[in-house]
């Protein structure tokens, strides 16, 4: 049902449903078609799913993936993009549980 909703034209109820799917497909160790989710939000954002927000879902699946380097790259580019925002507070965080 989830992929039904993602293909809806509303653009906020979509990306709630992408949003949702790639946290099963991240759970389901579906790396791949989590990221690729996770990617067109980002590219896409949206009222209901922010970029910030879709590219900390992004690295954090990353992360629980192994793939530090790119998580890595990815806290850090949230970081300079917003640096006084909570996104960036909490990529901070996540930086920090790397080294």
Partial sequence: ELKTVAAYHNEDLSSLAKLALASV??????TKDATD???QLTDKPTRTVSKASAEMALAETYQAAGMTADAKKL?????????????A???AGKLQELK
């Fill in 25 to 30: 497909y991240r759970n389901s160790n579906r």
């Fill in 37 to 39: 989710l996770y990617k």
């Fill in 75 to 87: 806290y850090e580019q949230i970081q300079k993009e917003s640096p006084t925002g909570p996104a």
């Fill in 89 to 91: 507070q909490l990529a």
